[in-house]
C-alpha cells in the first residue's frame, strides 16, 4: 500500500507544479514566440491561453492519477481532503472537477473507486498523528476583521461622497450618487456582523456543536467536510455535517477560519474521540 504523503507528493509533482508551469510560465514563452508576427492578439493570447492549457492539462492527468492513489492508498477520504487542502484536486462538488477528461473505461473505474471515497469518510487510520498545539476546544467566531475592513471602506467612502457634494459638486454627480447610496448600506452590514458576537461552531473530542443547534457526537456523524461549491468570484464555503440527527450545510464564509482549517480540526478531533473509544 501507499502512504497518504506519498500519493500527495506524487499528486504535487504530477498535477500541481505542471499546472502553475503550465500557466504562469507559458505567458512569457507564448508573448515571446508571437512577438515577431506581430500579431495584434499577442497579447491576449500570452494571458488567456495558458491558463487554458494548464487546464487542459490538469483535466487529462488529475483522473489517472485518481485512479492510481485511490487504488493505492488506505485511508482514501483523508487522501481526498489533503488533496484538496494543497490544491492539487478540485473538491467533488466544484464546477471544476467535472471537466475530467477521460476514456469510458477510465470513468467507470473512478465511479467505482469514489465510492470508496465515500464509505470511507468515517475511518481514521491506526497511524492517526495528533496535533498537541491544537486545545482540548476550538470556538469558531464570525470574521470581525473582513467585517472591519469593509467598515472603514464605507465610511470612507460616505466621507468622500459629502467632500465632493458640497466642494466639487459639478465634476462628480455620478460619483457622488454611488458613494452616498453604497456606502451606508456597507456600513450597516459591517456593524451587523461585528456585533455577532455568539459562537459559530465549537469543536471537541465530544463532538461538533453548530449555533443554535445541540451538539452532534462524533459517534452519531456519518461524514462532516468543508468545502468549496461554485467556481471563481461566485463560488461559496460551506460545512456540510451528515448526522444520525439530519444534514446540515452551513455557509462558514465569514467565519474566521479556513476550508483546510476547519477540515483538519475534524480529523483531529474526530480521532481524538476514536482514541478515547479504543482506550
Same mark, same amino acid.
Request: charged share 20%; with cysteine; net charge positive.
Given at each position: 500500500?501507499v502512504t497518504v504523503?506519498?500519493?500527495? %507528493? %506524487?499528486?504535487?509533482?504530477?498535477?500541481?507544479?505542471?499546472?502553475?508551469? /503550465?500557466?504562469?510560465?507559458? =505567458?512569457? !514563452?507564448?508573448?515571446?514566440?508571437?512577438?515577431?508576427?506581430?500579431?495584434?492578439?499577442?497579447?491576449? @493570447?500570452?494571458?488567456?491561453?495558458?491558463?487554458?492549457?494548464?487546464?487542459?492539462?490538469?483535466?487529462i492527468i488529475t483522473?489517472?492519477?485518481?485512479?492510481?492513489?485511490?487504488?493505492?492508498?488506505?485511508?482514501?477520504?483523508?487522501?481526498?481532503?489533503?488533496?484538496?487542502?494543497?490544491?492539487? *484536486?478540485?473538491?467533488?462538488?466544484?464546477?471544476?472537477?467535472?471537466? =475530467?477528461?477521460?476514456?469510458?473505461?477510465?470513468?467507470?473505474?473512478?465511479?467505482? @473507486?469514489?465510492?470508496?471515497?465515500?464509505?470511507?469518510?468515517?475511518?481514521?487510520?491506526?497511524?492517526?498523528?495528533?496535533?498537541?498545539? /491544537?486545545?482540548?476546544?476550538?470556538? &469558531?467566531? %464570525?470574521?470581525?476583521?473582513s467585517a472591519t475592513?469593509?467598515?472603514?471602506?464605507? *465610511? +470612507?467612502?460616505?466621507?468622500?461622497?459629502?467632500?465632493?457634494?458640497?466642494?466639487?459638486?459639478?465634476?462628480?454627480?455620478?460619483?457622488?450618487?454611488? $458613494?452616498? /447610496?453604497?456606502?451606508?448600506? =456597507?456600513?450597516?452590514?459591517?456593524?451587523?456582523?461585528?456585533?455577532?458576537?455568539?459562537?459559530?461552531? $465549537?469543536?471537541?473530542?465530544?463532538?461538533?456543536?453548530?449555533?443554535?443547534?445541540?451538539?452532534?457526537?462524533?459517534?452519531?456523524? *456519518?461524514?462532516?467536510?468543508?468545502?468549496?461549491?461554485?467556481?471563481?468570484?461566485?463560488?461559496?464555503?460551506?460545512?456540510?455535517?451528515? +448526522?444520525?440527527?439530519?444534514?446540515?450545510?452551513?455557509? /462558514?464564509?465569514?467565519?474566521? $477560519?479556513? !476550508?483546510?482549517?476547519?477540515?483538519?480540526? &475534524?480529523?483531529?478531533?474526530?480521532?481524538?474521540?476514536?482514541?478515547?473509544? %479504543?482506550?
Amino acid at each position: 500500500m501507499v502512504t497518504v504523503e506519498e500519493a500527495l %507528493k %506524487k499528486g504535487k509533482w504530477q498535477i500541481l507544479y505542471p499546472s502553475l508551469i /503550465i500557466c504562469f510560465g507559458g =505567458m512569457p !514563452i507564448i508573448y515571446l514566440s508571437l512577438l515577431p508576427f506581430e500579431y495584434t492578439l499577442t497579447p491576449i @493570447l500570452s494571458i488567456f491561453l495558458p491558463p487554458i492549457l494548464a487546464l487542459l492539462y490538469a483535466s487529462i492527468i488529475t483522473p489517472k492519477w485518481k485512479i492510481w492513489a485511490y487504488s493505492n492508498v488506505d485511508n482514501v477520504h483523508l487522501l481526498y481532503l489533503k488533496a484538496v487542502e494543497g490544491g492539487i *484536486i478540485s473538491n467533488d462538488n466544484s464546477s471544476a472537477s467535472k471537466l =475530467m477528461i477521460m476514456s469510458a473505461s477510465q470513468r467507470m473505474k473512478l465511479n467505482q @473507486l469514489n465510492k470508496k471515497v465515500s464509505n470511507n469518510k468515517g475511518f481514521v487510520d491506526v497511524a492517526f498523528k495528533d496535533n498537541p498545539k /491544537i486545545p482540548k476546544q476550538i470556538i &469558531i467566531y %464570525k470574521d470581525k476583521l473582513s467585517a472591519t475592513v469593509i467598515l472603514v471602506l464605507g *465610511i +470612507s467612502s460616505f466621507c468622500l461622497g459629502l467632500y465632493l457634494l458640497f466642494f466639487d459638486r459639478d465634476n462628480h454627480h455620478y460619483h457622488i450618487g454611488v $458613494t452616498l /447610496i453604497f456606502s451606508p448600506f =456597507m456600513i450597516y452590514t459591517s456593524l451587523k456582523k461585528r456585533k455577532d458576537n455568539q459562537p459559530q461552531l $465549537t469543536l471537541n473530542k465530544s463532538g461538533i456543536k453548530i449555533k443554535g443547534q445541540q451538539l452532534i457526537g462524533w459517534r452519531s456523524v *456519518i461524514d462532516a467536510e468543508a468545502y468549496v461549491k461554485g467556481y471563481g468570484k461566485g463560488s461559496k464555503e460551506y460545512l456540510k455535517i451528515r +448526522s444520525g440527527s439530519g444534514v446540515f450545510q452551513i455557509d /462558514i464564509g465569514e467565519y474566521n $477560519t479556513s !476550508i483546510s482549517e476547519l477540515n483538519n480540526l &475534524i480529523y483531529i478531533y474526530r480521532g481524538r474521540s476514536k482514541q478515547i473509544k %479504543k482506550a
